[in-house]
């Protein structure tokens, strides 16, 4: 038998792993369509992502003027920011010094004593020129949801900059739409190592958990109450 098919049942398999492949024209037909079905619904997530956020990216030269930019957290490297999220703290830097934002809210993962990406953030941001007192601290968010929703309900965050690298923006600034934030992104050039293709890769597997977090809006792991960090932030200026 030609093609595929036939060579895969030309294969030795061991008993119960034996494929069960279908058999004739109408069966081969109905697999190809089954295949396709199930691309276009695994590709729809990041589809809409970007449908959703492509008009919303920016530089850092061209971002709109907000008072407030998210940094997102990505990781530690022996108690420092990673090379990853360095980059996405030297573009937060940047829009403070060009007037481009007044706050700086950095959002990531204090879950245990000796993991505190929002304090290895803050001291990175003031070794950059940005004042102390224009870092606002959220140590609970675990995900981009709960960065989102806790920008919004416990920070009082309307409208910001989101910062974050090219691979992860869209998502961050289509579920920060969702939560309620009027949000633009700046995605930041990155080295395209194995970090980068591996992110690039996860972001189609998250982009389904984005589209369950858009449908069913779950509050996050911690909300807490009402923090006035940013708004006491602003009126400090």
């Known amino acids: 038998m030609p093609g595929w098919v036939g060579r895969l049942r030309q294969l030795r398999w061991p008993g119960r792993l034996?494929?069960?492949?279908?058999?004739?024209?109408?069966?081969?037909?109905?697999?190809?369509?089954?295949l396709m079905v199930a691309c276009v619904v695994g590709l729809a997530p990041a589809t809409w992502m970007h449908a959703t956020a492509d008009a919303r990216v920016r530089t850092t030269a061209d971002a709109p003027a907000q008072q407030v930019a998210v940094v997102f957290g990505a990781g530690l490297w022996r108690g420092r920011p990673s090379a990853y999220l360095a980059h996405r703290l030297d573009a937060a830097a940047e829009l403070y010094r060009t007037g481009r934002v007044k706050v700086v809210l950095v959002t990531g993962d204090n879950s245990r004593v000796e993991y505190d990406e929002p304090d290895a953030m803050r001291t990175y941001l003031t070794g950059r020129g940005v004042p102390d007192g224009r870092i606002v601290s959220d140590y609970a968010g675990f995900d981009t949801w709960d960065s989102c929703v806790r920008a919004k309900k416990i920070f009082g965050v309307d409208?910001?900059?989101?910062?974050?690298?090219?691979?992860?923006?869209?998502?961050?600034?289509?579920?920060?739409?969702?939560?309620?934030?009027?949000?633009y992104g700046v995605g930041v050039d990155a080295v395209h190592d194995a970090t980068w293709y591996y992110g690039g890769t996860r972001e189609l597997f998250a982009s389904a958990k984005a589209a369950l977090d858009v449908v069913f809006r779950p509050d996050p792991?911690?909300?807490?109450?009402?923090?006035?960090?940013?708004t006491e932030a602003l009126a400090a200026d």
């Open 18 to 34: 034996r494929p069960s492949l279908p058999r004739g024209r109408r069966g081969r037909r109905l697999a190809v369509q089954g």
């Open 159 to 183: 409208r910001a900059v989101l910062v974050s690298q090219g691979f992860h923006i869209r998502r961050a600034i289509a579920l920060c739409r969702t939560a309620g934030i009027d949000a």
């Open 221 to 230: 792991q911690f909300l807490g109450p009402r923090e006035q960090g940013v």
